[in-house]
Structure formats: C-alpha cells, structure tokens
C-alpha cells in the first residue's frame, strides 16, 4: 500500500500569519518545524495502519520547506517545484492507493485562516462548474481522475468543513480554529502529532483505488482583485474574459485544468505590480 501526503503550510500547527510561511523568515524558520511535525505524524500514522510506503510531496511555496531530516527514515519526499501535477504530483504513475491534504486551508475568498486558492492574494475567488473551489476541492478531482480517494485532511475547523464538500469520507483533523485570517485558536504540537497520528492509522483503512472519474469536462473560472491580471490570464490560450475582472476556460480533464491553472497563475503573478497590484 503505497500513500501520498500533499503537504501545504498554511494549514500547519501553529501558522497564522504571513510571516509564517513566508520561506526565510525568522518565523518560516520556526514553524517549518511545526509543519514537518504534522506531516511526519500522519505518515507514522499510516504506517501504523499497514501502509508499505509514505511518499510526501512538498506543495508549499518554494515547495523546498519540510526538514527532511526529522522525518521517519522510511519517508520519502518528493521536493523542489516545476512539477507536471504541482501539489499532488506522483498521483499519476497508478501506483498511489491513497492520499491525504495536510496544512491545507480554505479557498481564496472565503473565511479560513491565510485562505487562499494557489496566489497568497491577487485572485479573489474561484469557481469549479459552479463550486467555490479551494486547493482541496481542484486537487481532490485530479485524484479521483487517477482513481485515488482523498482519506485524510488537516488544518483550521474550516478547512475540516469545507473537505466535508469534496472528500465526506475522509478523517479531518482541526489543529487550530479559525478566528480571522490572521488569527487562531492554536493547539500544542504534542496535541495535533497525536491526533494527526491517530487519524491517519484510522484513514488506512479507507485506502484503495477506485474507478477513475471519467469523460467529464470541467469549467474553471477565476476573479481578480484587478482588471489587468484578469487581461493577463487571456494570454493562455482557452482562457477568455467571463465577467468583470474574471476568467473562464473548460478542459477536457481536470489534468489539463489543472495545468491550465497553472499556467494561468503564473502569469497573473508576473503581471502583478509591487505596490499596485
């Protein structure tokens, strides 16, 4: 039984400020060992439920943030960025019978501790055929694309909420409340390790593939904070203006759609302007 653990920071014990999960700060600095205890946690979790291998993906940022060297020696990590799937890259090789979202948070424009979808800011919402969509929601079709359940979930209360959208079955840790964006109710890191741990031995038993999700087309549309990024977006091709400050595109599979939002966020980034935005 093999798992893949997408890895994101925002969602981590302890972050609730920028600062945070900015790498090369003096508090990315320390809460890096906070994230690498959440997600060595669960992977000591599955193994606990009988799982053979822990392949962990690093999908924050720099996606270069994790200590490897205070994992469990039989994890693997998956590091560095310009990767075809980005947050759930090695989904795709039919190898992976499970994975799981750990330091994940809310969607860009929702409530949530640093909620965001892909762009700390710049992008104001997003919508998959209709849905609001977070970072859980987009990743969890790419999954069922390739036949693998999303089986466990951490980060903020409202994240535990907004998984009971996109992956009912799965087991969801809180290891903070949500307060603000900015602000939560924090739990120890002795505290969230343990319930991590225990949810994730829980989850092994929901591991297995399942028939891929197929001949389904998807529309993806996303809003900007300004007029200009949306111009931006246009220059990908399929991407059109959909509305006020908004962009559309439809793809054939959520592989193509999520690296058209890829494509679609990276070129909004260059276009943003350091004071204007």
Same mark, same amino acid.
């Given at each position: 039984?093999?798992?893949?653990?997408?890895?994101?920071?925002?969602?981590?014990?302890?972050?609730?400020?920028?600062?945070?999960?900015?790498?090369?700060?003096?508090?990315?600095?320390?809460?890096?060992?906070?994230?690498?205890?959440?997600?060595?946690?669960?992977?000591?979790?599955?193994?606990?439920?009988?799982?053979?291998?822990?392949?962990?993906?690093?999908?924050?940022?720099?996606?270069?943030?994790?200590?490897?060297?205070?994992?469990?020696?039989?994890?693997?990590?998956?590091?560095?960025?310009?990767?075809?799937?980005?947050?759930?890259?090695?989904?795709?090789?039919? %190898?992976?019978?499970? &994975?799981?979202?750990? #330091? $994940?948070?809310? !969607? /860009?424009?929702?409530?949530? @501790?640093?909620? +965001?979808?892909?762009?700390?800011?710049?992008?104001?919402?997003?919508?998959?055929?209709?849905?609001?969509?977070?970072?859980?929601?987009?990743?969890?079709?790419?999954?069922?694309?390739?036949?693998?359940?999303?089986?466990?979930?951490?980060?903020? %209360?409202?994240?535990? &909420?907004?998984?009971? #959208? $996109?992956?009912? !079955? /799965?087991?969801?840790?809180? @290891?903070?409340? +949500?307060?603000?964006?900015?602000?939560?109710?924090?739990?120890?890191?002795?505290?969230?390790?343990?319930?991590?741990?225990?949810?994730?031995?829980?989850?092994?038993?929901?591991?297995?593939?399942?028939?891929?999700?197929?001949?389904?087309?998807?529309?993806?549309?996303?809003?900007?904070?300004?007029?200009?990024?949306?111009? /931006?977006?246009?220059?990908?091709?399929?991407?059109?203006?959909?509305?006020?400050?908004?962009?559309?595109?439809?793809?054939?599979?959520?592989?193509?759609?999520?690296?058209?939002?890829?494509?679609?966020?990276?070129?909004?980034?260059?276009?943003?302007?350091?004071?204007?935005?």
């Amino acid at each position: 039984m093999k798992i893949l653990i997408s890895a994101d920071m925002e969602g981590a014990t302890g972050v609730t400020w920028p600062a945070d999960v900015l790498p090369g700060t003096p508090q990315w600095e320390r809460c890096r060992s906070m994230f690498t205890s959440d997600v060595n946690a669960a992977a000591l979790g599955f193994y606990d439920g009988g799982a053979d291998e822990v392949l962990v993906n690093e999908a924050h940022w720099s996606m270069r943030n994790l200590l490897l060297e205070h994992m469990d020696e039989r994890v693997q990590m998956l590091t560095g960025k310009h990767k075809s799937l980005s947050m759930v890259e090695g989904i795709q090789h039919g %190898d992976v019978d499970a &994975v799981a979202f750990v #330091g $994940y948070h809310t !969607g /860009a424009g929702t409530e949530g @501790v640093l909620a +965001h979808t892909y762009l700390a800011n710049s992008i104001t919402g997003v919508w998959l055929d209709g849905v609001r969509a977070s970072e859980g929601l987009l990743n969890a079709h790419v999954a069922a694309e390739y036949g693998v359940p999303v089986v466990l979930v951490t980060g903020d %209360d409202l994240t535990c &909420v907004d998984a009971e #959208g $996109y992956a009912p !079955g /799965a087991r969801k840790v809180a @290891v903070k409340d +949500h307060v603000s964006r900015y602000a939560a109710v924090c739990r120890t890191p002795a505290r969230t390790a343990a319930d991590i741990r225990a949810a994730a031995k829980a989850a092994t038993a929901l591991a297995g593939r399942r028939d891929p999700v197929a001949g389904k087309t998807f529309t993806i549309e996303l809003e900007f904070d300004a007029e200009h990024l949306a111009a /931006a977006a246009t220059v990908v091709p399929g991407v059109a203006p959909s509305g006020e400050r908004r962009v559309a595109y439809t793809s054939a599979t959520m592989y193509e759609g999520i690296r058209t939002f890829k494509a679609v966020t990276t070129i909004v980034s260059a276009a943003v302007e350091e004071q204007y935005g």
